[in-house]
């Protein structure tokens, strides 16, 4: 069963007035209950509007560190806002890699500034420096501002609400939009395309790829999308409770006793704080008017949270390693990029105001239900397409409390699709049997991870839910193995950390 890919999108391309049976079948497509559309690739009117920002961010003139910014506009609306870095090695060949952060409602800029950018702001240090883990070393690295309303992307065309599927359709017409775009005498049109989301883009990226994976041939082979990356990936919060509870309750399960609550602090997140969140998250799936942030965040959720966790115990839920005031080093990091981007906003081609997060957005995506639904399915029925060859990797740190490794674990473990069986034999040896992710020079462990067919799962020692913060180069270094950017022998820049002690 397969969708044209601009089906998802053709209606939100021209502007204000989105005809419902877009929405309705892209919703259908998500849910693999839409035969194929017969809508062309020439349909589509988006295009790339952009500048060279190269010499504010890297302060050079140098032709191998260049890049393009700018957004994708249609016929009556300036949409997405987009950060192109391109490869340092071979452009014309190396693969793209578009980078999504999550939230929902966080600019992928912060990504790019702050985590895997050429040049980024370390904690503790005033302005923009070489960063020794770039992603486009050897890749064409993309960064988006996505959903609308994020960042530098405009808000949202009239009528439009916060859902996944508005969210595929913007992407995939950026991609398409990307493959016929020339760079001043570069293309992107033959490359092999990645996708990275990290927390709650896995929903963005799990749904791009299903939607791909479904579209017809002529659109399937002119994005050339190969596989996908999730980092510490948000994908059901039901199944991401039962993480959060074994990593702070259970005994057998814990890495550390200074994580684990008392007893009776346990026995109420079972009994009363689970249950409650539970069936708020699942009134909401049954009913849209259930999913206000009052009713879920506030009502039902609060009890059993992480930040609730961090209040009790004062630990980082984002890395359990740290005690630490909240965010206290990522808010003087967040303060420096935001007056950087809005010091050149007409320079980098942009428009209006830049923030790191946007409520707005996030405020939307809740109560649209958008925010809590399974993503975990639109991965089980990708990997269950016929002639799938779309990869995934799938990985989390296991410091990491915002989305356990535990929960991800569980979640591949319980993916429907033909290999289910053999995930789930692998997943339930020993980790000891699981085979070692290892660092090319050093040969020193930094994970483990199972493998079947085109499905990956990975975890990752002592990395909390930001990667780069301690496991920059291991991480970087697995995605590109992953994705074929890396060959046989060391990275460049191979500087890997080795101050870490489990």
């Given at each position: 069963?397969?969708?044209?890919?601009?089906?998802?999108?053709?209606?939100?391309?021209?502007?204000?007035?989105?005809?419902?049976?877009?929405?309705?079948?892209?919703?259908?497509?998500?849910?693999?209950?839409?035969?194929?559309?017969?809508?062309?690739?020439?349909?589509?009117?988006?295009?790339?509007?952009?500048?060279?920002?190269?010499?504010?961010?890297?302060?050079?003139?140098?032709?191998?560190?260049?890049?393009?910014?700018?957004?994708?506009?249609?016929?009556?609306?300036?949409?997405?806002?987009?950060?192109?870095?391109?490869?340092?090695?071979?452009?014309?060949?190396?693969?793209?890699?578009?980078?999504?952060?999550?939230?929902?409602?966080?600019?992928?800029?912060?990504?790019?500034?702050?985590?895997?950018?050429?040049?980024?702001?370390?904690?503790?240090?005033?302005?923009?420096?070489?960063?020794?883990?770039?992603?486009?070393?050897?890749?064409?690295?993309?960064?988006?501002?996505?959903?609308?309303?994020?960042?530098?992307?405009?808000?949202?065309?009239?009528?439009?609400?916060?859902?996944?599927?508005?969210?595929?359709?913007?992407?995939?017409?950026?991609?398409?939009?990307?493959?016929?775009?020339?760079?001043?005498?570069?293309?992107?049109?033959?490359?092999?395309?990645?996708?990275?989301?990290?927390?709650?883009?896995?929903?963005?990226?799990?749904?791009?790829?299903?939607?791909?994976?479904?579209?017809?041939?002529?659109?399937?082979?002119?994005?050339?999308?190969?596989?996908?990356?999730?980092?510490?990936?948000?994908?059901?919060?039901?199944?991401?409770?039962?993480?959060?509870?074994?990593?702070?309750?259970?005994?057998?399960?814990?890495?550390?006793?200074?994580?684990?609550?008392?007893?009776?602090?346990?026995?109420?997140?079972?009994?009363?704080?689970?249950?409650?969140?539970?069936?708020?998250?699942?009134?909401?799936?049954?009913?849209?008017?259930?999913?206000?942030?009052?009713?879920?965040?506030?009502?039902?959720?609060?009890?059993?949270?992480?930040?609730?966790?961090?209040?009790?115990?004062?630990?980082?839920?984002?890395?359990?390693?740290?005690?630490?005031?909240?965010?206290?080093?990522?808010?003087?990091?967040?303060?420096?990029?935001?007056?950087?981007?809005?010091?050149?906003?007409?320079?980098?081609?942009?428009?209006?105001?830049?923030?790191?997060?946007?409520?707005?957005?996030?405020?939307?995506?809740?109560?649209?239900?958008?925010?809590?639904?399974?993503?975990?399915?639109?991965?089980?029925?990708?990997?269950?397409?016929?002639?799938?060859?779309?990869?995934?990797?799938?990985?989390?740190?296991?410091?990491?409390?915002?989305?356990?490794?535990?929960?991800?674990?569980?979640?591949?473990?319980?993916?429907?699709?033909?290999?289910?069986?053999?995930?789930?034999?692998?997943?339930?040896?020993?980790?000891?049997?699981?085979?070692?992710?290892?660092?090319?020079?050093?040969?020193?462990?930094?994970g483990n991870f199972i493998e079947v067919g085109p499905l990956r799962y990975a975890r990752i020692y002592g990395a909390?839910?930001?990667?780069?913060?301690?496991?920059?180069?291991?991480?970087?270094?697995?995605?590109?193995?992953?994705?074929?950017?890396?060959?046989?022998?060391?990275?460049?820049?191979?500087?890997?950390?080795?101050?870490?002690?489990?």
């Open positions: 069963m397969k969708l044209t890919a601009l089906a998802l999108f053709a209606g939100l391309a021209l502007g204000a007035f989105i005809p419902q049976t877009v929405l309705d079948n892209a919703r259908a497509a998500q849910h693999g209950c839409l035969d194929r559309d017969s809508l062309s690739l020439n349909d589509t009117v988006g295009i790339l509007n952009f500048v060279d920002p190269s010499i504010l961010y890297e302060d050079t003139d140098n032709p191998n560190k260049k890049h393009w910014s700018g957004y994708l506009t249609t016929t009556s609306h300036k949409g997405i806002f987009f950060w192109l870095q391109k490869s340092q090695k071979n452009p014309k060949t190396d693969p793209i890699l578009v980078y999504l952060n999550g939230g929902p409602g966080a600019s992928s800029m912060y990504g790019m500034m702050i985590q895997w950018g050429s040049r980024i702001v370390p904690y503790g240090v005033d302005g923009l420096i070489p960063n020794a883990n770039n992603l486009n070393e050897r890749a064409n690295v993309i960064y988006i501002d996505n959903p609308l309303g994020v960042g530098f992307s405009q808000p949202p065309r009239a009528g439009e609400v916060g859902t996944v599927e508005q969210s595929t359709a913007d992407l995939i017409e950026f991609l398409l939009a990307l493959r016929g775009t020339d760079f001043k005498g570069e293309t992107f049109a033959d490359q092999a395309l990645h996708v990275f989301g990290t927390s709650f883009a896995g929903h963005y990226v799990s749904a791009l790829a299903l939607a791909v994976g479904s579209a017809d041939k002529p659109t399937r082979d002119k994005l050339k999308l190969t596989s996908i990356i999730l980092g510490n990936p948000a994908l059901d919060d039901l199944q991401a409770e039962d993480g959060v509870y074994q990593m702070i309750c259970e005994k057998s399960l814990t890495l550390s006793p200074d994580w684990l609550l008392s007893d009776a602090e346990c026995k109420t997140w079972h009994e009363e704080s689970i249950p409650k969140c539970r069936a708020a998250i699942l009134a909401c799936r049954a009913k849209v008017s259930e999913c206000s942030s009052q009713k879920i965040t506030v009502d039902g959720c609060s009890a059993s949270s992480p930040f609730n966790y961090w209040q009790q115990r004062g630990l980082d839920p984002y890395d359990l390693s740290e005690k630490r005031p909240w965010q206290t080093d990522r808010k003087e990091n967040i303060k420096w990029v935001d007056a950087w981007f809005n010091k050149f906003v007409s320079q980098i081609g942009a428009e209006g105001t830049w923030a790191i997060f946007q409520p707005k957005v996030r405020d939307a995506f809740r109560a649209s239900g958008a925010a809590y639904q399974d993503s975990s399915v639109k991965l089980a029925r990708l990997l269950s397409l016929e002639g799938n060859t779309i990869k995934v990797l799938a990985y989390a740190g296991d410091f990491d409390l915002m989305t356990p490794f535990l929960s991800l674990k569980k979640i591949i473990r319980g993916l429907h699709w033909p290999r289910q069986q053999e995930v789930q034999a692998q997943l339930d040896r020993p980790e000891t049997s699981y085979l070692p992710l290892e660092t090319t020079n050093l040969k020193k462990t930094f909390g839910h930001m990667g780069n913060e301690k496991r920059a180069a291991e991480i970087k270094e697995m995605v590109y193995k992953f994705i074929g950017a890396l060959p046989i022998g060391k990275l460049d820049s191979d500087k890997l950390e080795n101050d870490w002690d489990l």
